[in-house]
């Protein structure tokens, strides 16, 4: 009788087993009609390794006539197949440089990406890129150079539009353009000091976003005119906010940043606060995030005016503060901004666009002052 009850419990045993088996390989998602004790006789019955694979393929870069189309899903990577670039190394890379932020954002320097990955990837997208530069008064001088050398360096290969904002429009120089390159022309007033010129771009800029960049551009860069391009600007400085190192004061303790002291305007930022100096003669980022940061800029140096201050590198100074309580997703070294005054040091492999040598008392409407 014992042994009888123990073939018994052992048949419930596996049986209760089996069940358990079944369920779970249901669960998991499995068709059950696959499910035997025994091997499979033919292949028709084998998973289907090739539809498994691109159904995953579908959900990392999205269905196949979407990604004819050219769409893009928001945080994808992806790049089109046979690409050649180096393999990325784990272990080498710059050392003499910091290549990430604090907040673990990119900091970028020649040597820390790969020139052919970065622009396939943001190919595969292709963004409308705005550069909005002012050129007012004499600094229309500066228009031809600056263009030309864009043209040869700034984001070759993708959809660009310069909008000029001046008070010469007779004094643009005509310039031969790249493939889905424009240049398109907006009419400002004249300043009597130059201090106007810099506050104004900030008002500016709201204004021709609102009414019209907004619908012809993804991404938005701002830039001094009087530069010119002497290296590659890519897709590599594309992020959502990129902010630029001032080439004076990235070796320096932030202490010695010349930051708004003054607590009465509302650039003001403390000693012993600061992450990094911005130049505000180039910075960008995806369009909807470069309106919300000019805007503020905008909008903070007129609460200054009401109270009879301005911040002592007019925008400048509100972007620095911008900057230090909503972080840039990306920030490029001095290579993105140096100037002709300086010498090259050795960290700077390339110098990418450079601010050019002038006389500031005989181009600026109030002689420099």
Known sequence: MLRSYSRIHIFIVLAFLLVLFGGIYIYLGYDSSTFSLCQPCNKSSEPDVKSTMAKVMEDIVGPTECQEKGSWKIGDLTMNYGVKYAQPSTQQGRTDVNSVTNWNAPLVWEGTFDPVVIDAIYKKMD????????????????????????????????????????????????????????????????????????LGRMKWASIAIDKQIRNEADYLFMMDVDSV???????????????????????VDRDQFTYERRNLSRAFIPFGEGDYYYTAAVWGGYLEDMYKMVKYCYMQSEEDAKNNIEAVWQEESHLNKYFLYNKPTKVLSPEYLWSDYDQVPADIKVVRISQLVKNYAEVRPNGGQ
Not at 171 to 185: A, F, Q, T
Request: aromatic letters at 16%; a positive charge.
């Open 127 to 198: 963004p409308r890129i705005a550069v909005v530069v002012f050129a007012v008064g004499k600094y229309t001088r500066f228009l031809e150079a600056f263009l030309q050398t864009g043209e040869k360096y700034f984001m070759v290969g993708f959809r660009v539009t310069y909008y000029i904002f001046t008070d010469h429009k007779e004094e643009v120089p005509n310039i031969d353009l790249g493939e889905g390159r424009k240049i398109s022309l907006l009419d400002i007033p004249s300043a009597t000091r130059w201090q106007d010129v810099v």
């Open 229 to 251: 391009f002497y290296s590659r600007f890519g897709a590599e400085s594309l992020s959502r906010l990129t902010g630029v190192l001032h080439r004076l004061f990235y070796k």
